[in-house]
C-alpha cells in the first residue's frame, strides 16, 4: 500500500501551477498551504485549512517550498580536476575550450568505478543543493569505449543522458577532424546510442562548425536521439540558429547573440539555457537574460557542473548570479531553475507541484522563495522529497 505524507504549514508555496494565485505573474504562488505527496507522486495541493488527512505529517513551520530544482546540463562524468587552470584564469589567462583535454586525459584513465563514484559523489551533491532531477552529459572520453562507458555510468543516476562525442576533437584526431566526425557519427554512436536519450555538439570555433553539428545531429536524429547543442559561448556564431531552424528544444550558453539569434529563438520556441557559474567561474561577460526575456524568448537556468567553466552543482548560487549579474528577478529565475529546465529536458512531469506530478519538494529555510538569491551562499536547503522520499 501506498503511503501518503501531508506537509503542511508550508508558508509560501511555490508550484509554478498557472491555477494558483498569479500574484508574482509566474510562480502560481499559495500562501499558508500544504502539499500531499503520495508515493512518488503529488496528490493534493491547497491551503493548509483545506488539507486531507494523510499517513504522515511534516510541520513546514511556515518554511517556503518549491519545487525541486532540475538541471538540465551537467558534465558529471570525468576524473581529476582543473584547480591550477582556475588558478592560472583568476590571475590573468584566459579560459579555452583546450582545457577540456586535459579531462579527457584522466577520464580515460581512470575506472568504472571511479567514475562512478565521482558521479555519484556530485549528485549527491546536487541533492543536497535541492536538484531532483538532473541531465548528465559524456564528452570526456571521445573513443568509442570511453564515451559507452561514460554514458552506461550516467544512465545508473538518470534517464536524461546525454552523448555528447562532439565535445572537442581529441588529439589522436587533430590532423584529421572529418574523419573524428565520421568516428562519432558511426561506430561512437552505434556504441552511445543504448545509453543516451539526446545528442548534443559543442558548435564553436575551435569545436565543431555548423555543416559537422548538422551531420551530427542528422545521425542522432536517425538513432532516436534528440538534439541539443552547446553554442554562442565563447563568441558570436551559428550554432543557436541552427537549433532553432531545427526547432530543438534547447540550446546552451547562449552569450554572444545577434538580434537575429533572438528572433529566431523566439519564433522557434527553442529554450535558451543561461548557465551563468560558466561565466562567473571564467570572468566572462554574463549572457544578456533581460534581451532574451523582454523578446519573449522561453529561458533555462541551468549549472553546467564540470571541472573546467563551472565546477559548482548549486542550482542556488546560478539562481544567485541570474538575478544579481543577469538582471532576472528571483521569480524568473526560479521559474527558469525548476519549470524552465523541465521544460529544456521536454518532461511535464516535474518542475510543477500539482496532482500527479512527482513528488519533487524541496523545503526552504527562509520564509520566501526570494531569500534564494538575497542570502547567496547560504545553505537554505532544509528538506527535499525526491519522488516522495525524503532524502537526509
Ligand atoms: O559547457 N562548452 C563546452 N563544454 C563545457 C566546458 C567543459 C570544460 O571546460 O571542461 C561547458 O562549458
Ligand atoms: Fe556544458
Not at 579555452?96 to 575506472?111: E, H, K, L, Y
Not at 543516451?196 to 565543431?208: K, L, N, Q, R
Not at 529555510?365 to 525524503?390: C, E, K, Q, T, W
Amino acid at each position: 500500500m501506498t503511503t501518503s505524507t501531508l506537509v503542511t504549514h508550508i508558508g509560501e508555496l511555490t508550484t509554478n501551477d498557472p491555477g494558483w494565485d498569479q500574484r508574482d505573474g509566474l510562480l502560481g504562488l499559495v500562501e499558508d498551504a500544504a502539499v500531499v505527496l503520495e508515493g512518488d507522486r503529488v496528490a493534493w495541493v491547497g491551503r493548509a485549512a483545506d488539507a486531507p488527512e494523510a499517513d504522515a505529517y511534516v510541520d513546514a513551520g511556515g518554511r517556503a517550498a518549491i519545487p525541486g530544482f532540475v538541471d538540465s546540463h551537467s558534465h558529471l562524468v570525468f576524473a581529476g580536476d582543473r584547480a591550477q587552470e582556475f588558478a592560472a584564469r583568476m590571475t590573468g589567462a584566459p579560459y579555452t575550450a583546450g582545457g577540456i583535454r586535459t579531462t579527457v586525459a584522466a577520464t580515460r584513465a581512470a575506472t568504472d568505478e571511479q567514475l562512478t563514484h565521482n558521479v555519484a559523489r556530485l549528485v549527491a551533491e546536487m541533492r543536497r543543493n535541492g536538484t531532483t532531477t538532473v541531465e548528465i552529459k559524456s564528452g570526456y572520453g571521445l573513443t568509442v569505449h570511453d564515451e559507452a562507458r561514460s554514458l552506461a555510468v550516467a544512465r545508473q543516476f538518470t534517464d536524461e543522458t546525454t552523448f555528447l562525442g562532439a565535445h572537442v576533437v581529441p588529439p589522436e584526431h587533430a590532423g584529421d577532424p572529418a574523419a573524428y566526425v565520421d568516428l562519432v557519427t558511426g561506430p561512437m554512436l552505434d556504441a552511445a546510442a543504448p545509453y543516451a536519450s539526446w545528442i548534443d555538439v559543442f558548435c564553436e570555433t575551435g569545436a565543431f562548425d555548423e555543416d559537422q553539428a548538422r551531420a551530427i545531429l542528422d545521425a542522432g536524429a536517425a538513432r532516436g536521439l534528440r538534439g541539443r547543442l552547446h553554442a554562442n559561448q565563447l563568441g558570436p556564431g551559428p550554432g543557436v540558429r541552427l537549433a532553432a531552424e531545427r526547432g530543438l528544444v534547447a540550446v546552451d550558453h547562449c552569450t554572444y547573440l545577434t538580434d537575429d539569434d533572438v528572433a529566431a529563438l523566439r519564433d522557434s520556441g527553442t529554450i535558451a539555457t543561461l548557465l551563468p557559474g560558466v561565466e562567473f567561474s571564467t570572468r566572462q561577460p554574463y549572457p544578456d537574460a533581460r534581451r532574451l526575456i523582454d523578446a519573449g524568448v522561453r529561458v533555462a537556468i541551468a549549472s553546467d557542473c564540470n571541472p573546467g567553466s563551472s565546477y559548482t552543482s548549486s542550482m542556488p548560487l546560478c539562481i544567485a548570479l541570474a538575478v544579481r549579474e543577469m538582471r532576472m528577478s528571483p521569480s524568473e529565475a526560479l521559474y527558469a531553475a525548476t519549470k524552465g529546465g523541465a521544460d529544456a529536458l521536454a518532461r511535464d512531469d516535474v518542475g510543477v507541484l500539482a496532482p500527479g506530478k512527482r513528488a519533487d519538494l524541496v523545503l526552504l529555510d527562509a520564509p520566501s522563495h526570494i531569500h534564494l538569491a538575497y542570502r547567496p551562499g547560504v545553505h537554505l536547503i532544509s528538506g527535499v522529497f525526491a519522488g516522495g522520499r525524503p532524502s537526509e
